[in-house]
């Protein structure tokens, strides 16, 4: 038997080396995206509202793109965990993050640095939905609308407080601009999350919140807190009786939570449209969409592009608020 000469062993090597290489980006060319599990992170701890949402669209996703969509949740900073995780990972579409706006334009206002670049190291997907924040009172407060408000924090300055979910979140920044909107002055109480501060305003030991629409719905059906008003543009499909700030007599609010899909920057075009492709259908379905208004979020796909632009235009704005209301973390 003849000897094979050193040099063709090398040879085929170094080819089958480079088919190696360049066998993920052919078969993605080729339409073989996915072709394995897809991970989706979310930066919430089990239970919440982006928690729900994010296991409702995973679901109707892996149904459209063949390919199961496991969900991970990685909590804590405010985002800031999960966030860096993804914008580090491959930017293959086998990892994805379902998040909210605090990631890519709260933080950047609020930490001087972060751990990630909200523009530049992530491919946004789409946009899922959103869902208004709203100030409740305790039922037994004296009042019922936002001129009340205002009338009972001019004639008190200082006495009353309000909560939020947390400092620097979004729910601060609603809460800071509609202080700064009406001329009135609230102490700031922040909790961490949504359900102690929702407790402790059921009990009476906060007279005032700005939360989400989402959390706020169970309460109200029950009767334990009072609507005040959205602080949306329009109001809220979820809660069409609750006037907005603007009809209330002062024009120029519009602040809203909403959760996009996105990936690591670089992922190729062709992976990006079928996941586009997909979010787009999932979010379609009447199934789904009724899911995620039961969950408290108002379905309203738009493509990548469109969250890239919200995501500069924002920036600047809650940065804004940040400054006037001295809203830093560490």
């Not at 729900?52 to 969509?69: C, D, F, H, T, Y």
């Not at 601060?172 to 359900?195: D, I, M, W």
């Not at 738009?302 to 804004?320: C, N, T």
């Amino acid at each position: 038997m003849r000897s094979v000469p050193r040099t063709l062993f090398q040879l085929a090597a170094c080819s089958v080396a480079a088919v190696a290489t360049l066998a993920p980006a052919t078969a993605a060319a080729q339409g073989g995206y996915p072709s394995r599990p897809i991970q989706l992170v979310l930066p919430f701890p089990p239970g919440g509202a982006t928690d729900l949402v994010g296991r409702i669209v995973a679901r109707k996703l892996g149904e459209g793109l063949g390919q199961s969509v496991v969900v991970e949740n990685r909590p804590g900073a405010g985002t800031i965990v999960a966030a860096s995780y993804v914008a580090k990972s491959a930017p293959d579409g086998y990892t994805l993050m379902a998040t909210s706006g605090t990631t890519f334009t709260v933080n950047p206002a609020v930490y001087a640095k972060l751990p990630y670049d909200p523009q530049k190291n992530f491919e946004p997907v789409g946009l899922i939905g959103s869902t208004g924040l709203i100030l409740l009172a305790n039922r037994d407060v004296p009042v019922n609308n936002l001129r009340e408000f205002v009338a009972a924090a001019r004639a008190a300055p200082g006495k009353y407080s309000y909560a939020s979910f947390g400092a620097g979140t979004t729910a601060h920044f609603a809460g800071e601009q509609l202080l700064n909107l009406t001329g009135t002055r609230l102490l700031h109480v922040p909790y961490k999350g949504s359900a102690p501060a929702m407790t402790d305003l059921m009990g009476g030991q906060v007279p005032f919140s700005i939360d989400t629409v989402a959390a706020a719905i169970p309460q109200l059906k029950s009767g334990k807190i009072k609507a005040i008003a959205v602080t949306t543009a329009k109001r809220s499909a979820l809660l069409p009786n609750v006037p907005t700030v603007a009809e209330s007599g002062y024009p120029g609010m519009d602040t809203s939570t909403w959760i996009a899909l996105v990936a690591p920057r670089g992922v190729p075009a062709e992976v990006r449209t079928k996941l586009e492709q997909a979010l787009a259908a999932a979010i379609a379905d009447p199934a789904t969409r009724k899911q995620l208004a039961e969950s408290g979020i108002e379905p309203s796909y738009a493509p990548g592009s469109q969250v890239a632009a919200m995501i500069d235009k924002e920036i600047p704005q809650m940065r804004a608020i940040a400054q006037r209301a001295h809203i830093k973390l560490d």
